[in-house]
Nanobody
Framework: QLQLVESGGGLVQPGGSLTLSCAVS????????TGWFRRAPGKERERVAC????????NYSDSVKGRFSMSRDVARNTVYLQMDDLKPEDTAVYYC?????????????????WGRGTQVTVSS
């Protein structure tokens, strides 16, 4: 079955960098729109970045623009999230997800497949 496994989370100091990976199995990655989400304790889940399955620009939330970079390697069936200049506000569980649509949807429910998440903690 379709499976997504995140990795790369951990503890990092403010201003540091971290790279998250999402290994996808059970389907071809380029057939899906892919996204990264995060959920901090006591806060709603928010979308961080999204790459449409068709050609187009990657979408980023205002809170991470200029600091995070999302990419995908179709040959390795893996999605990445490069995080630079990390802030304490970035502390959250990060999830990758797939949507069977050609473009990035507005509603999070459109992403039908989710990983279990990886913890990112930014603290001094």
């Amino acid at each position: 079955q379709l499976q997504l496994v995140e990795s790369g989370g951990g503890l990092v100091q403010p201003g540091g960098s971290l790279t998250l990976s999402c290994a996808v199995s059970g389907t071809a990655l380029d057939r899906y729109t892919t996204g990264w989400f995060r959920r901090a304790p006591g806060k709603e889940r928010e979308r961080v970045a999204c790459i449409p399955s068709v050609s187009g620009d990657t979408n980023y939330s205002d809170s991470v623009k200029g600091r995070f970079s999302m990419s995908r390697d179709v040959a390795r069936n893996t999605v990445y999230l490069q995080m630079d200049d990390l802030k304490p506000e970035d502390t959250a569980v990060y999830y990758c997800a797939l949507a069977p649509r050609p473009t990035c949807p507005t509603w999070q429910n459109a992403f039908g497949s989710w990983g279990r998440g990886t913890q990112v903690t930014v603290s001094s």
